[in-house]
């Protein structure tokens, strides 16, 4: 890539499809390296990164999800703007969500999804998934191909949460559909409208259990959450819970379809692999650590600058937006040898950054790991063999794939596969 200050991060359509280019040139010149376009430090180091994650004193969490759009309400002047983000924090998008949040209130939030989330509640989870997984399959394996994402993987994970969180099955079929017609979370495109709160159909159904499960408490999964407190005993608003408990449902989706499309993809692009885990189930778990680092669902995390910090030996000014940019981090050869060579037996894998690092990395992180594992053996399981659809995505070394136009989530619009079942093989 010869200039890299012609290239639009944000908007441009060959960077969406295949940013590694562009983002190794960028970490080439520096892995803190300031884009022209929108006045963002793009963060393409790994070491650089972690650092940044981990500073919640010097850095604010106030524009994780929106970066510079639209901006900030006030010009941020000074040596130390963090009056200014208190000040003004609720005028961004998006100001109620638990990835906008900074200490202390994020440690209660956090704290109060700990309590939501138990090491037990996600072992049940765990048996759930599998007698899901098969039900998902015996409707999307029915017919030699299918869609991946609509078919199993977005049901799948909404499902999984939803059972997560106690949501009533009867009313399972509500939420899918007014999950799938809800908006992109990152798009940068002139005229997208970013609201201020884009889950008030969750906020909703959401307030309206708690409400009744601390009227009426029954023994299940929701009177749980109605009775969660904060770490230091206090019993938070309904709208607490409610903000906790939609922020999970709602992103833990999106990421883990992400995920589960590109493992599938990488499997039915290259038979040795796929022949490799056919043989060794046990492969599985590096496998998708190496996917989350190879092609890692989240593009990256913003973070705004409260005051003059230096950063990989870059100075930046308060007021500065940084991008932390997981899907370069994860490449970043100082800390993965050949970055760019998709290796399952990768000794460091997990050390990625795909669920960020820090007070805010995911906590849907063994979650979606063990949503990803069960998925991916009951595939290998019900199938001899996995094939993309060439009528849909073309032949192999010209492939058409397309993926979602955001700036915040990296991942497959569709993924047509074709396959031939288990016991089926000639």
């Known amino acids: 890539m010869t200039d890299i200050d012609a290239v639009d991060f944000f908007t441009n359509n ?7 280019d562009y983002l190794a040139a960028l970490r080439g010149e520096c892995p803190v390296r300031r884009e022209r376009h929108h006045d963002v430090v793009m963060v393409t180091g790994y070491d650089e990164a972690v650092a940044i994650y981990n500073d919640v004193e010097r850095f604010s969490s ?14 941020l002047e000074g040596d130390d703007v963090s009056g200014l983000i208190a000040e003004h924090r609720d005028d961004l998008p998006f100001s109620d969500q ?17 309590r939501m989330i138990t090491p037990r509640r996600l072992k049940e989870n765990e048996e759930f998934m599998w007698r899901l997984a098969d039900r998902q399959y015996d409707e999307a394996l029915e017919g030699g191909r299918c869609e ?34 809800g908006s992109v979370i990152g798009s940068s495109k002139e005229g997208d409208a970013l609201e201020h709160s884009p889950l008030e159909y969750l906020y909703g159904k959401f307030g309206e259990y708690i409400e009744d499960r601390r009227r009426s408490p029954r023994g299940d999964v929701l009177t749980g959450l109605a009775s969660a407190a904060f770490p230091d005993g206090s019993t938070p608003e309904v709208i607490d819970v409610v903000r906790v408990a939609a922020n999970l449902f709602a992103a833990g989706q999106e990421t883990t ?9 990488l ?21 998708v650590e190496e996917t989350l680092r190879y092609e890692s669902p989240v593009r990256g995390d913003f973070r705004l600058s409260r005051v003059p910090v230096t950063v990989g030996g870059v100075d930046l000014p308060a007021g500065t937006t940084v991008m932390l940019l997981n899907a370069a981090a994860n490449r970043d050869a100082r800390r993965f040898p050949e970055p760019d060579a998709f290796d399952i037996e990768r000794a460091n894998a997990r050390s990625h950054v795909a669920f ?3 007070p805010h990395s995911c906590p849907g992180a063994p979650l979606a790991r063990a949503e990803a594992v069960v998925s991916l053996s009951r595939l290998l399981d019900r199938t001899a063999d996995i094939r993309i659809d060439e009528a849909e995505h073309g032949p192999a070394g010209d492939r058409r794939y397309k993926y979602i136009p955001t700036f915040i989530l ?17």
Do not use: K, W
């Not at 990835?99 to 999804?113: E, V, W």
């Open 14 to 20: 060959e960077v969406l499809h295949d940013p590694y």
């Open 257 to 265: 379809v992400r995920l589960l499309s590109t493992a599938v993809m």
């Open 148 to 181: 991946f994402n609509a078919e199993y993987a977005s049901p799948f994970a909404m499902l999984v949460i939803a059972a997560l969180l106690g949501v009533p099955e009867s009313e399972h079929a509500e939420f899918r559909q007014a999950l799938l017609s």
């Open 356 to 358: 960020g690092r820090g």
């Open 98 to 114: 638990l990835p906008t949040l900074d200490p202390p209130l994020h440690t209660a939030h956090r704290g109060l999804l700990s």
């Open 267 to 287: 499997i039915a692009e290259d038979r040795a692999l796929q022949a490799r885990l056919r043989a060794n189930r046990d492969l599985i778990p590096n496998l």
């Open 410 to 426: 990296r991942g497959l619009t569709s993924l047509h596969v074709e396959f031939t079942p288990a016991g089926n093989a000639s």
């Open 62 to 75: 106030c524009v994780s999800v929106t970066g510079p759009f639209p901006g900030f309400p006030v010009p």
